[in-house]
Every structure is written in structure tokens, then in C-alpha cells.
């Protein structure tokens, strides 16, 4: 990390600082906070490729891209392949269920 980024990101996320001898130091608490560890990324079976999900809802290209940009789903490319949250589209296309 570069001086100039520890700054940057302490104007961003308003993170206290205070100067003592020269030194800058931050707040550990909001650092803490900010810089917490995020969340796992999903792993390579979560994913769904446009053309399954096509053909297990029976949608055309246009209405699928319609759902993933309304809904804001979480998609990645791979080449010329998009590829969607498999958890996510399930959640909005799968038929409800009576418990």
C-alpha cells in the first residue's frame, strides 16, 4: 500500500486521523470497520452459463439480460461467456413453493 492510497481512503471513508510527531494515525476502530475482510467469492460450480439458463427456464437472451440488469444480479465473463449467480437467478425465476 502506497501513502498516497492509506489517504485516499482515509478522505473516503472519513476515517479519524490525528497528527502526533509527525506521524499520521488513524483511528483503529474505523479501520477496523473499513477494511474488514470481505466475503468469499463464489466458486466456480455457483455459476451458471447464459445458454443453461436459457434452456432450463425457456427465456430468449434479451428477457435473461432484462432479469440480471433489473434485478442486479452478480455475473462474470469467461471468454465470450457470461455467466450468472446460479443462487441468485434460481431465487427470481424458480416457481414458488407452498410449505
Known amino acids: 500500500m502506497s501513502n498516497s ?3 485516499a481512503q482515509g478522505k473516503a471513508h472519513n476515517i479519524p486521523k490525528v497528527y502526533h ?3 499520521t ?6 479501520c ?8 468469499e467469492p463464489p ?3 455457483d455459476w451458471i452459463s447464459y445458454s443453461d439458463v ?3 427456464y425457456n427465456l430468449t437472451h434479451d428477457q435473461l439480460h432484462n432479469y440480471v440488469k ?7 465473463k469467461v471468454g465470450k461467456y457470461t455467466y450468472i449467480l446460479k443462487s ?5 425465476l424458480r416457481p414458488p413453493t407452498l410449505k
Open 5 to 7: 492510497w492509506v489517504f
Open 25 to 30: 494515525l488513524w483511528s483503529k476502530t474505523h
Open 43 to 45: 466458486k466456480e460450480d
Open 32 to 39: 477496523d470497520r473499513v477494511f474488514a475482510a470481505k466475503p
Open 88 to 92: 441468485e437467478i434460481d431465487a427470481i
Open 21 to 23: 510527531r509527525g506521524k
Open 54 to 56: 436459457r434452456a432450463e
Open 70 to 76: 433489473y434485478h442486479g444480479l452478480r455475473r462474470k
